[in-house]
């Protein structure tokens, strides 16, 4: 019987070198922790849009390619927001970790890797349309504060590790370990004195672990004291609508067919889509709000929320896409709104010759720019400031918005809304058309399956088929339906409330038989034009294509 094979002899230097890594990593994770709590709180006195991360992953936004934008929407949806802030955390953690092994070997190269990220920040800080010079304090504090820390955390591991490798007084080369002294006669072996290399471990440990639990603290505090200075909810809450000039009637009962699973005809405010560039809500306080008009007009305005108020309000029942909605897609939502009439305004400002763009401004910087003719064709287009009765949800807008009906929101709907300008689209590209995207942003027919849901199982007979079609400012005319590639069956429609609003149908499938079935629809527009089969990306101009859905009948 032969012995077991031994260790080789660098497995245990392995397993130390690995602990070192480790420990050199943590520092540097902990310095970086330090950092962001750092800008966080310097934040408190610049805004939330200037943390470090947010500034960083705004001007990534910017930056990042209308495609690969378009695989975010489409792949996480509402969600692609966090999953753009856990990348950049996720990309800090791994240069934190890189600067942490640099800092116990090289101090000045672990504190540079600190030092680009707070001009990073900066940079980005800076980059952001309206921003002041202060805004980029939030970055440098936090460079300076990641490089103080790293430095200091990589001295104290330097001194641990430069101890406990001090080899025993007295010792001779060679020489073995130290064997443990005697004790009195039945008393064992005295214990040995501590290493003294352990207590210089763990006061690094401490040292780290409490920079990391200080920089967590300063973090989520900043940020907790940022969101409370800049909370606007009570100022929302606090707003008060005057009737509209002209009430409109509620929604007759027949516009939504009455089938199990069918989307309501109104969108509540809680499910209402949101596609924007915003990382950070823009909150404004309506007392501080003004919107400037001006641009190629004869008598440039600033009016107060105030002001607007008093103008005569109206009503508006309104369907709203976004562009990036592909076939069958939850980018769709319908609200009744209340707000100032925005061809009023601008007639009222005077627009001149040659004007055929109007380009709106949100506080966050974002422009977007509607055809000018469609404003004031006579189309009900909105300064709007409630959303299904209640004020503006800061998701939508708050404290105003603008909607132009016929129109993708990327070309009829800026949020938080603080500047409109009356200009020609050939001496400005809004920011969705200077990435590519179609100037115009006319809605596409479309139309979805929404009962019964994909892949589900409905027993054989009759099966009850429901949706939603929208043509927006053109109305919807007809829908149609077929099962497993058969000739096209009328839909029956439920009431028509306008042409500005999305139209439900239902259809009574008879005789569905055993097996896998494929269902289409598709919808004709009020102008005669049948929605087209070909599919399409939504990039440039709106996702067009036949939705189907496949389900099992047993």
């Known amino acids: 019987m032969t012995d077991e094979p031994a260790l080789p002899a660098a497995a245990p230097g392995r397993r130390h070198r690995v602990l070192r890594a ?23 006195a ?17 930056l990042t390619p209308t495609p690969l934008k378009e695989y975010a929407v489409r792949t996480f949806g509402t969600h692609d927001k ?15 970790a890189l600067a942490g092994l640099l800092a116990v070997r090289r101090p000045a190269a672990g504190a540079a890797v600190f030092g680009v990220f707070g001009a990073l920040g900066a940079w980005a800080a800076l980059s952001r349309p309206g921003a ?15 490089a103080t820390a790293v430095l200091l955390l990589a001295r104290l591991y ?12 007295g010792a001779a080369e060679g020489e073995g370990p130290e064997k443990p002294a005697e004790g009195p006669e039945g008393a064992g072996p005295e214990v040995p004195p501590q290493p003294v290399g352990l207590t210089g471990r763990r006061t690094v440990l401490a040292a780290t672990a409490g920079t990391f639990a200080v920089g967590a603290l300063a973090g989520v505090g900043g940020r907790v004291l940022t969101d409370r200075r800049f909370d606007v909810t009570a100022a929302r809450d606090a707003v008060r609508f005057p009737a509209p000039a002209e009430a409109l009637p509620p929604l007759p009962a027949a516009v939504h067919p009455r089938v199990p699973g069918l989307s ?36 440039p305005q600033v009016l107060t929320f105030d002001e607007l108020l008093r103008e005569p309000l109206e009503e508006l029942d309104y369907t709203l896409s976004c562009v990036s909605n592909e076939v069958g897609g939850p980018y769709v939502g319908t ?6 009439p925005l061809p009023a305004l601008l007639r009222r400002a005077g627009v001149r010759a040659g004007a055929d763009q109007l380009v709106g401004r949100s506080k966050d910087g974002m422009t977007i720019g509607t055809p000018l003719e469609s404003v004031l064709d006579g189309r009900r287009a909105l ?20 909607l132009v009906p016929g129109f993708y929101g990327y070309t009829s709907a800026t949020k938080w809304l603080i500047d409109l300008e009356v200009t020609a689209f050939a001496a400005f590209d809004p920011y969705w058309v200077r990435r590519g995207w179609d100037r115009t942003g006319t809605v596409r027919t479309a139309s979805r399956i929404e009962v019964p849901a994909p892949f589900a199982k409905v027993p054989a007979g009759e099966v009850d088929v429901a949706g939603t079609a929208w043509a927006t400012h053109r109305g919807v005319a007809a829908v149609e339906v077929r099962v497993d590639g058969g000739p096209w069956q009328p839909a029956e429609l439920a009431a028509d409330a306008g042409p500005d609003l999305w139209r439900q149908w239902s259809y009574r499938w008879s005789g569905a038989a055993p097996g896998t079935h494929r269902i289409e629809v598709r919808a004709t527009d009020a102008t005669g034009a049948v929605q087209p089969e070909q599919r399409a990306t939504p990039f440039p101009a709106g996702a067009t294509g036949w939705h189907s859905t496949v389900v099992t009948v047993t």
């Open 335 to 340: 609200s009744r709104w209340l707000g100032a």
């Open 383 to 402: 300064l709007a400031l409630a959303m299904d009765g209640q004020a503006l949800p800061l998701a939508h807008g708050f404290p105003c918005r603008s």
């Open 22 to 44: 480790a420990g050199a990593a943590a520092i540097g994770l902990a310095s970086a922790v330090a950092a962001l709590g750092a800008g966080e709180l310097v934040a408190y």
């Open 264 to 299: 309501p005809f109104t969108t509540p405010n809680a499910d209402f889509y949101r596609v924007d560039t915003a990382l950070t809500l823009p909150r404004i306080d309506p007392r501080d709000w003004a919107l400037r008009i001006h641009g190629l007009v004869d008598h």
């Open 82 to 96: 966090p999953v753009l802030l856990g990348g950049i955390y996720l990309t800090m953690a791994l240069l934190a």
């Open 46 to 62: 610049t805004g939330a849009p200037t943390a470090p991360v947010i500034a960083v992953g705004s001007a990534a936004i910017d």
């Open 132 to 146: 002041a010079a202060a805004d980029c304090a939030p970055s440098i504090v936090a460079g300076l504060v990641g």
């Open 158 to 169: 330097r001194r641990a590790l430069s101890t406990a490798a001090t080899p025993r007084p």
